[in-house]
């Protein structure tokens, strides 16, 4: 645990210093020998956390902005997010979520349970499929065409319940209608017997941030409760959207 820390101060150190770091500088700043500042620099570049110039000196990456962009997004727009989640479920009485894209996947960063909801295998901090997913549908039709032509090439449309799309022409039209009229429907397309409405959350840039999602009991559904359910669902993204900075 001693050496971790060691690596843990030797990062620090760079992030903050003001110009780019060398080996003896460190080594006298942190009192650490120059072997040991040597090999703990060495590391942290080979993981690519530091770049390292032609005179031997050392700044942060970009990957290390990427996982503080992570953090923070996900910290924030949970914190921004959170009460209307629980007034969501309390006026409809059903599960809700929060996720955000991670590349090809989505993750739930929060979670509301509904007590007319049945039980769901979801769990704050995993993953999930974008494709087969009110929450992840909702992200994905938000894309750019290349940025969806990439998903598309990476990822395999694996059936997952009895209505998952799996032909990706379904699906780019799916997504299209989606971008349209600015809400996701999973008809039992995750997990059989649960239906889910999504709706994404957008920033001050118009871009989507994250996703908001009710999840209820197919059978218990007729077209007036989908249209209540959807209109709280627009308004709760509408809501959140407007704390993280969307104008529109």
Avoid at 120 to 135: C, E, N, Q, R, W
Avoid at 148 to 169: E, H, P, S
Avoid at 186 to 213: L, T
Wanted: hydrophobic share 40%; proline share 3%.
């Amino acid at each position: 645990m001693q050496s971790v820390r060691k690596v843990i101060n030797v990062l620090e150190y760079v992030i903050y210093s003001p110009k780019p770091v060398s080996i003896n500088q460190a080594a006298r700043d942190l009192n650490m020998s120059v072997s040991n500042v040597y090999k703990y620099l060495s590391e942290l570049y080979k993981c690519g956390l530091l770049i390292k110039s032609n005179d031997k000196t050392y700044t942060p990456s970009l990957k290390v902005v990427e996982y503080s962009s992570t953090i923070l997004k996900r910290i924030s727009i949970r914190e921004l997010a959170h009460p209307f989640l629980v007034d969501l479920m309390a006026k409809t009485g059903q599960t809700v979520h929060l996720g955000i894209r991670e590349g090809s996947k989505g993750v739930y960063v929060d979670k509301v349970e509904g007590p007319n909801s049945l039980p769901m295998v979801s769990k704050i901090g995993a993953s999930f499929d974008l494709y087969s997913t009110a929450l992840g549908k909702a992200m994905l039709a938000f894309l750019e065409d290349f940025e969806i032509n990439k998903y598309l090439k990476t990822v395999k449309l694996v059936k997952k319940a009895k209505n998952t799309l799996t032909n990706q022409d379904k699906l780019r039209k799916d997504l299209e209608d989606i971008k349209k009229r600015h809400f996701s429907m999973d008809m039992e397309e995750n997990e059989d017997g649960i239906i889910c409405i999504g709706a994404p959350i957008f920033d001050f840039n118009g871009s989507v941030i994250a996703a908001v999602s009710l999840s209820t009991i197919a059978s218990k559904l007729n077209e007036q409760l989908i249209n209540e359910y959807t209109d709280k669902v627009l308004i709760c993204a509408k809501e959140i959207s407007n704390l993280a900075g969307c104008k529109v």
